[in-house]
């Protein structure tokens, strides 16, 4: 493999960047201008060069930090930013009339955030429903996160803020699929100055439903490898 040089996009960004791809595939760089909007630029639909992308693009808004970009099941794009209000804001793309991959178009932004203080982080989960992760007023974790209105999940909303405990001194990082046991993994540095992990795990039924003795076996070995990883992390954090 090899790496081009450095090229130039051009734009007075305000923060790093949060890159995605859209429903053709293109990618699209998300920053905060220098004002504390939110723009960004996409490839060209022709692109045969990496470095081929339209002109900015504002998305508006009053942001504090860098936006946080999710694909969703669908292949449609959401940003997520903390506005100088300290509330997550939300705006997403839809499929435009002519047909829902040949145009996408922008809808609002949408206030659907209690106080955070942290940039937020956002990751499609094990059942392709957007969660998004922030420290709130209190420092702790907190998670906002979608749910299926219909049972077969074509229609969803926003369930009620989650607390996940915690003292945060950073914005938290996520992984989403670590492994057949863990379903996501956060990261954050806490209080104290140690890194700390919050994984999420698979409840036994789910993991195990289909599996071969074998199978099971190895799914508990992993278990017991986990604890022990768990309690070293929290004894060299302690």
């Known amino acids: 493999e090899t790496w081009t040089g450095w090229t130039r996009l051009g734009g007075s960004a305000g923060s790093g960047p ?7 595939g293109r990618l699209v760089v998300v920053v905060m201008a220098a004002d504390g909007s939110y723009k960004f630029i996409s490839q060209r639909p022709s692109a045969t060069h990496a470095a081929n992308f339209t002109a900015w693009t504002s998305l508006g808004g009053r942001f504090r930090s860098r936006p946080a970009v999710v694909r969703d099941s669908e292949g449609f794009l959401h940003v997520f930013g903390r506005d100088v209000n300290d509330t997550l804001l939300h705006r997403s ?50 998670r906002l996160r979608q749910v299926s209105v219909l049972a077969e999940k074509s229609l969803v909303r926003w369930a009620e803020w989650e607390p996940l405990g915690g003292v945060l001194a950073s914005t938290p990082t996520l992984a989403p699929s670590i492994g057949s046991s863990w379903l ?7 209080a104290d100055k140690a890194l700390w ?4 795990q698979a409840t036994a039924a789910r993991t195990l439903q289909g599996k071969t003795d074998q199978e099971k076996f190895e799914h508990a070995m992993r278990h017991v490898q ?11 954090a302690l």
């Open 197 to 200: 992990l919050l994984p999420q």
């Open 184 to 190: 996501s993994l956060v990261a954050a540095r806490s």
């Open 226 to 236: 986990m604890e022990e990883m768990r309690l070293a992390i929290g004894e060299v």
């Open 93 to 142: 793309q839809r499929p435009h009339a002519d047909g829902p991959r040949t145009k996408v178009v922008w809808g609002g932004w949408v206030n659907v955030g209690a106080p955070i203080t942290s940039r937020p982080s956002a990751m499609v989960d094990h059942e392709s429903m957007i969660n998004v992760y922030a420290r709130g007023q209190d420092r702790q974790l907190w």
């Open 18 to 24: 949060a890159v995605a791809r859209d429903p053709l």
